[in-house]
């Protein structure tokens, strides 16, 4: 098993640990939503690294069509919990648009579930060989392209209301702004090799949703800290 593998299986085990912790924590306390959103988003993370070592690992195209197909599945639960998660901690009232987020990623979830031939060219695999990996990748239709390239434009939403609350100057925001910036940063690498602009490894599954994870724990577990204190 390559380090790639390696290291998409860590963080998939990684972020299921902090998806469990975070449900059980809101199950604990219903009105901590922020853990709610937090257990969403390291489940959606856990999925996509999950099917990033299933890619990696797989022997031909239905391989890769499964794959695909889980990391369609897990970017749908994280971009919900991580939109909610930023609203909330910034204290930013968007109803509609997160209500057209959580629709948006609903159909995207249900088309992949129910005809997932609709986003992937099952027919068509293309081989990519780059930094010693050798696997198989399909590619995409026109509608998924069209779907990635809206689900990035709602992955700018925490970003935005980052800058704009460290304009202000709240504290506690920077470490939040980092994390979604490098995430940004990542997500364009990823759908650039998904697109097949060029071949490279993926850098999200890899361990890049797991930090974004990690460090949105990492906040809520210090309020916890800090709480147990007093």
Do not use: K
């Not at 700018?156 to 702004?177: D, K, N």
């Not at 974004?212 to 007093?230: G, I, P």
């Amino acid at each position: 098993m390559g380090t790639e593998v390696s290291l998409a299986t860590a963080a998939a085990v990684v972020s299921l640990y902090a998806a469990l912790f975070h449900a059980w924590v809101f199950a604990l306390h219903p009105r901590a939503r922020e853990h709610l959103w937090v257990a969403v988003t390291a489940t959606g993370a856990a999925g996509i690294s999950s099917a990033t070592a299933l890619l990696y690992l797989g022997a031909d195209a239905s391989d890769a069509f499964q794959a695909h197909r889980l990391a369609i599945a897990g970017a749908t639960f994280v971009m919900v919990g991580v939109l909610a998660f930023a609203a909330s901690r910034m204290n930013v009232h968007a109803p509609r648009f997160l209500r057209s987020a959580a629709v948006f990623a609903a159909t995207v979830f249900a088309i992949d579930a129910l005809a997932p031939q609709l986003f992937f060219e099952i027919d068509r695999p293309r081989e990519t060989v780059v930094f010693g990996l050798h696997f198989l990748q399909l590619e995409f239709t026109p509608l998924l392209h069209g779907l990635l390239t809206v689900g990035l434009v709602y992955f700018l939403f925490p970003l935005a209301i980052c800058i704009r609350a460290r304009r202000r100057g709240e504290l506690g925001v920077t470490p939040l702004l980092v994390a979604f910036a490098g995430w940004l940063v990542a997500a364009l690498h990823d759908t650039a090799v998904g697109f097949g602009v060029y071949d490279a490894p993926f850098v999200l599954g890899a361990g890049g949703y797991m930090a974004v994870t990690a460090t949105l724990s990492a906040v809520l577990v210090r309020e916890l800290v800090q709480a147990m204190d007093e």
